[in-house]
């Protein structure tokens, strides 16, 4: 149980690699809240609590987003964490991130403090703190690209600590990966056809790698017509039903660019599959994310006026 601490008892320690993934999340999403797990080690004596960030679980394939609010796919992060932990068996939760620097709010919500602090008073909550890390803007001029706050939250204690700037490192230690090993061996893969494609890319190798872990069923596969790398595959939307997305890579004057679309896409889907029409994106990732955005906001509109 933790006793009135001062703020200055607290210390965070952030792998450079796990805050780099939210930023590189944040970049997806810069209309939308996002966020994910949390995860590392601590240490407690007396009223010092020292914290250690080694890893974040991005938000799942099922996650919910929109510009004033986040839901998590937390049955995919579950099965993340339990991975991680059969290689670290020390990882704990620390808490969850998400971001504001979509909407202007530059501290946790009245629904955010509501949320922590029924989470760590929650009797199978593992730790007695929550630790609460926001994006609240972008940095102009980009280093570090964001910029953020770090809040805990105490088990039976209504006052929520802000860690000051000063009190939290970011260091260069290695990153406990989210990734399951069914991704390891679709990057494996993936890495395998680019190199077939006679034209490696690291731009390739990350868009695997997140898609691999967040949408499993898009296969990476190789047009020998276009001598091309393309990912195919069914993407769960908002109502439950499939969409049949084709992600293709396309080099033109030496620019990499990425095309997406439907197959045999449903009557409803025209009015957005239209914008999508000679729409190139910097990454197969981006554009996967962008169009499931799209066309849940598009489910989600014909729900509301049904």
């Known amino acids: 149980?933790?006793?009135?601490?001062?703020?200055?008892?607290?210390?965070?320690?952030?792998?450079?690699?796990?805050?780099?993934?939210?930023?590189?999340?944040?970049?997806?999403?810069?209309?939308?809240?996002?966020?994910?797990?949390?995860?590392?080690?601590?240490?407690?004596?007396?009223?010092?609590?020292?914290?250690?960030?080694?890893?974040?679980?991005?938000?799942?394939?099922?996650?919910?987003?929109?510009?004033?609010?986040?839901?998590?796919?937390?049955?995919?992060q579950e099965r993340i964490f339990r991975q991680i932990e059969e290689d670290h068996p020390e990882v704990e939760h620390l808490g969850?991130?998400?971001?504001?620097?979509?909407?202007?709010?530059?501290?946790?919500?009245t629904g955010d403090h509501d949320t922590y602090h029924r989470i760590v008073n929650h009797k199978k909550h593992n730790t007695d703190f929550f630790y609460a890390l926001l994006v609240v803007r972008k940095n102009p001029r980009g280093n570090p690209r964001y910029q953020t706050k770090h809040y805990f939250f105490h088990r039976n204690r209504e006052r929520v600590d802000e860690v000051h700037t000063n009190q939290?490192?970011?260091?260069?230690?290695?990153?406990?990966?989210?990734g399951s090993a069914r991704s390891a061996v679709a990057t494996h893969k993936a890495n395998n056809l680019v190199e077939a494609a006679h034209s490696p890319h690291a731009?390739?190798?990350?868009?695997?790698?997140?898609?691999?872990?967040?949408?499993?069923?898009?296969?990476?596969?190789?047009?020998?017509?276009?001598?091309?790398?393309?990912?195919?595959?069914?993407?769960?939307?908002i109502d439950g039903s499939r969409a049949e997305m084709l992600i293709l890579e396309n080099q033109a004057d030496g620019d990499q660019g990425y095309s997406i679309t439907i197959s045999n896409p449903e009557p409803r889907f025209s009015e957005v599959l239209e914008l999508y029409s000679g729409r190139t994106f910097q990454s197969a990732r981006q554009a996967v994310m962008q169009l499931r955005d799209n066309l849940n906001h598009l489910l989600y509109q014909h729900r509301g006026s049904e």
């Not at 969850?96 to 919500?109: E, I, K, P, Y």
């Not at 939290?168 to 989210?178: A, E, F, H, K, M």
Request: glycine share 8%.
């Open 1 to 76: 149980m933790f006793r009135e601490t001062r703020q200055t008892s607290i210390t965070v320690t952030i792998a450079r690699g796990a805050l780099e993934a939210i930023f590189d999340e944040c970049d997806q999403y810069d209309s939308h809240e996002t966020g994910g797990r949390l995860i590392g080690t601590y240490s407690k004596e007396r009223d010092r609590l020292e914290v250690k960030l080694l890893g974040v679980i991005g938000p799942g394939p099922e996650a919910r987003r929109s510009a004033t609010s986040f839901f998590q796919d937390g049955e995919h």
């Open 96 to 109: 969850n991130w998400h971001t504001h620097h979509c909407n202007g709010l530059a501290t946790l919500s």
């Open 168 to 178: 939290v490192r970011i260091v260069d230690i290695p990153l406990w990966s989210s």
């Open 203 to 237: 731009q390739r190798a990350k868009d695997q790698e997140f898609l691999s872990e967040f949408f499993p069923h898009l296969s990476a596969l190789v047009s020998k017509r276009l001598g091309a790398l393309y990912w195919k595959g069914p993407v769960v939307l």
